[in-house]
């Protein structure tokens, strides 16, 4: 899957026709010029909509702890009825960030679990969540959230066993694969990171073999 806004997928969807590659729109937008309001995502457009322009499921983007988490709350709740009656998958994108954060004590998990608790609460179908750091937290997280979790890729660092070693944790603990960007498009070998990832996820192949095999 491949996860886009709704010109991209106008533009590009085409590409995909006649292989096992879908488009998912992406509802949710903001820009680093918002200053205050950078992190309140707001809606750039429907399931209607996203379906007319070829794809084929919608994502949507709340960050707990916002100022504005409300508002982004119920537009996710609105996101997931639309879905819920057009039989379209949603996928979820809850991060822990912002002014108002109120950790538990001793929540291993950093909030996440929480927030991967509401997304699924809220209707999504999956949910994209960050790495926790190791096993037992993000285990914690996927014991919480009978749903597929997809963990991020964070900070692009160009460092394979690094990357495919926290999503072969990741995998172990519940997770149910990966939602990453940078950690893909900005690699040395775009093709040999996305193969190595695959045969992770798909065929449980350590990371040593992984490596090997894709020459990485």
Known sequence: MIIAHKGVIDKFSHLCDGTATKMIAHLS?????????????????????AIMRGAVGVSCQVNIGSKKESA???????????????????????YVRGE?????????????????????????????????????????????????????GGESTGDSKQILTMVKLSI???GSGVCMGRQIFAHPDVTGITKALAMIVHEDCSVDEAMEKCSL
């Not at 200053?35 to 909509?49: A, F, Q, T, Y």
């Not at 709740?77 to 379209?88: L, P």
């Not at 538990?104 to 790495?131: P, Q």
């Open 172 to 174: 172990e603990a519940g």
């Open 100 to 152: 108002n954060v109120n950790l538990m004590k001793n929540d291993s998990t950093k909030g996440y679990a929480h927030a991967a608790r509401i997304g699924f609460e809220l209707g999504c179908d999956a949910v994209k969540t960050v790495w926790t750091g190791d096993k037992d937290s993000f285990a914690a997280v996927c014991r919480g959230a009978p749903i597929p979790l997809l963990v991020a």
């Open 29 to 49: 937008a903001s820009t680093r010029h918002g200053g205050k309001n950078h992190s309140n995502k707001v809606l750039v457009g429907d399931v209607d909509e």
């Open 72 to 94: 982004m709350l119920q537009r996710m709740g609105q996101i997931t009825s639309e879905a819920y009656r057009n039989a379209v998958p949603v996928l979820g994108m809850l």
